[in-house]
């Protein structure tokens, strides 16, 4: 009898691009690979020293500065005015670039790796 993890491990190394991995922060977060807090708090510090501002907490001085919350899709909307721009701000927000590889469709490279 075959062992069901095996079963599980064959099926999906023989059928490329029809499974996808879902993981929770935790398991992100461990590897490296920065949780979305993070990736707006990057955003944000960058932002406050292209304007000229130098500040240990990015969140409050975006707060006090634009008047609302930080929200991910806004903040984009705000630094970026086109889908290829805010296609860039996320590669980079991520620490990470996606680049082709025959072998596995589309493989990311930087803090974790994926397969799509």
């Known amino acids: 009898m075959i062992d069901v993890t095996l079963k599980i491990a064959l099926t999906v190394r023989n059928n490329p691009g029809k499974f996808a991995l879902l993981i929770g ?5 461990s590897a490296g690979i920065p949780t979305g807090v993070e990736v707006v708090r990057s955003i944000l510090s960058e932002l406050a ?11 409050e001085w975006y707060r006090l500065h634009f008047g609302e919350d930080p929200n991910y899709s806004r903040l984009l909307e705000k630094i970026s005015q086109t889908r290829t721009e805010r296609k860039g701000v996320d590669d980079e927000s991520a620490g990470c670039m996606l680049v082709p590889d025959e072998s596995i469709g589309r493989r990311r490279h930087g803090p974790g790796r994926y397969v799509a």
């Open 49 to 59: 020293r292209a304007s000229g501002v130098d500040t240990p907490d990015p969140t």
């Open 25 to 29: 922060s935790g398991l992100s977060q």
